[in-house]
Nanobody, 115 residues
Framework: QVQLVESGGGLVQSGESLRLSCVAS????????MSWYRQAPGKERELVAS????????NYADSVKGRFTISRDNAKNTVYLQMNSLKPEDTAVYSC????????WGQGTQVTVSS
């Protein structure tokens, strides 16, 4: 069955960095576009970044452009989100996801940025 397992979240101070990882299994990872979403308390889920099946620069929400970088390693079935210059407004649960007939989601990892 499809599994997406995120890791790397935590509590950091404003300006610091974190690297999130999402390990995928149960499907052909190398052919799907992968995305990172986030949801803060009381807010709607937001698409943060996406990367095509072959990799490349990715696409980003305006709120994270220039600070976050999405990447993938198809040999390891893993997608990453490097988050630099973190701000308190980046605090959220971050989840990886992909679409293949339906949306598949990971369980999420909490990122908390203190001021």
């Amino acid at each position: 069955q499809v599994q997406l397992v995120e890791s790397g979240g935590g509590l950091v101070q404003s300006g610091e960095s974190l690297r999130l990882s999402c390990v995928a299994s149960g499907f052909t990872f190398k052919i799907v576009t992968m995305s990172w979403y986030r949801q803060a308390p009381g807010k709607e889920r937001e698409l943060v970044a996406s990367i095509s099946s072959r990799g490349g620069a990715g696409n980003y929400a305006d709120s994270v452009k220039g600070r976050f970088t999405i990447s993938r390693d198809n040999a390891k079935n893993t997608v990453y989100l490097q988050m630099n210059s973190l701000k308190p407004e980046d605090t959220a649960v971050y989840s990886c996801a992909f679409w293949q007939v339906q949306m598949y989601w990971g369980q999420g990892t909490q990122v908390t940025v203190s001021s």
